[in-house]
């Protein structure tokens, strides 16, 4: 995956109802390191790192580039938005177009936060590079990110056999934004 080109980073924090995306910031190390070693967080995600590993090896201002979110609630990170480039995407469909991807800690999941905050991105992108599709690929299994992805706008590309399990691939159209 590589950066979205020539966005301007980091834009002003982005506000929502209840949330606030913005860039990571040293105070969400450890809410990282929860989100990455969470076996709940990444049960359709090959598994969860060992969380001494995160310990030694994540930096103590998690990695910031363009695209990737934090999102807080009420002064705490709850999770994290990913907007990238799927150069390297093995699905034709999904190839150089951008990528959506998310994570959320299991206490705030069922609140509607992870619709919110995707929402909120995918307006900032519509902003930042109008007229560009997103694609959004997750186990057909995950039937959480399957209702997210439909919310979103996401419609279904192809199903296609991953990492030992049927894959899903959505494409959001090109959005432009509204004077």
Not at 57 to 84: H, N, Y
Not at 104 to 122: H, K, N, V
Not at 153 to 178: C, H, I, K, Y
Request: net charge negative; hydrophobic share 40%; with cysteine.
């Amino acid at each position: 995956m590589t950066e979205l080109g020539s966005v301007t980073w980091p834009p002003a924090p982005i506000k929502t109802e209840r949330l606030v995306l913005r860039e990571p910031e040293p105070r969400d190390r450890a809410a990282f390191i929860e989100l990455l070693a969470s076996p709940e967080v990444h049960t359709y995600l090959g598994g969860p790192r060992p969380r001494d590993e995160l310990e030694r090896e994540l930096p103590g201002t998690p990695q910031r580039w363009p695209g990737s979110f934090v999102v807080e609630l009420d002064g705490a990170m709850i999770g994290q938005i990913l907007l990238r480039r799927a150069t390297g995407h093995s699905r034709p469909a999904a190839a150089g177009k951008a990528d959506l991807g998310y994570l959320f800690l299991p206490r705030a999941w069922g609140f509607g936060y992870a619709a919110e905050s995707c929402a909120a991105a995918l307006d900032w992108f519509d902003g930042v590079l109008p007229g560009e599709p997103v694609v959004l690929t997750t186990q057909s299994a995950n039937v959480g990110s399957m209702r997210l992805a439909a919310k979103l706008g996401f419609t279904e590309v192809e199903r296609f056999q991953a990492w030992d399990a049927e894959q899903w691939l959505g494409l959001r159209s090109p959005q432009t934004p509204s004077a």
